[in-house]
């Protein structure tokens, strides 16, 4: 898992598209998640991780949040199915896209609402 974080701190490809669904990311430390966004992706799928489960949840989330609300991403399509996220993280979610981004499909099925 600490090769994927460097692989994923130093790619500068056009990579548009990356599909992590049920790869144990949350066995990865928080400091991977940032990375995953600065690739400047178009769609990213990051279903069936049990990201919920991660020791450092609130930091992860705290990251695509930010992210996916921020003015510098990219990511027009998002899935986080089947992550166990819980209703309060999905408010936090949808408050953090109040400001203006890229987003627009938004996929949250199998998850604890």
């Known amino acids: 898992s600490n090769h994927l974080h460097q692989v994923l701190s130093t790619v500068?490809?056009?990579?548009?598209?990356l599909d992590l669904a049920s790869?144990?990311?949350?066995?990865?430390?928080?400091?991977s998640f940032l990375p995953l966004f600065r690739l400047r992706?178009?769609?990213?799928?990051?279903f069936n991780n049990k990201l919920r489960e991660?020791?450092?949840?609130?930091?992860?989330?705290d990251v695509i949040c930010e992210q996916l609300g921020g003015d510098g991403g990219r990511i027009e399509q998002i899935?986080?199915?089947?992550?166990?996220?819980?209703?309060e993280d999905i408010v936090k979610l949808f408050e953090s896209l109040h400001?203006?981004?890229?987003?627009k499909t938004?996929?949250?099925?199998?998850?604890?609402f």
Do not use: M, Y
């Not at 992706?41 to 990051?46: E, F, G, H, Y």
């Open 79 to 87: 899935d986080l199915g089947g992550n166990e996220i819980r209703q």
């Open 99 to 103: 400001v203006p981004n890229c987003l």
């Open 106 to 112: 938004l996929e949250l099925g199998g998850n604890k």
């Open 12 to 17: 500068t490809s056009s990579l548009r598209i």
């Open 41 to 46: 992706l178009n769609i990213l799928r990051i």
């Open 23 to 31: 790869t144990s990311l949350h066995l990865l430390p928080a400091s």
């Open 54 to 61: 991660h020791s450092e949840f609130n930091s992860v989330w």
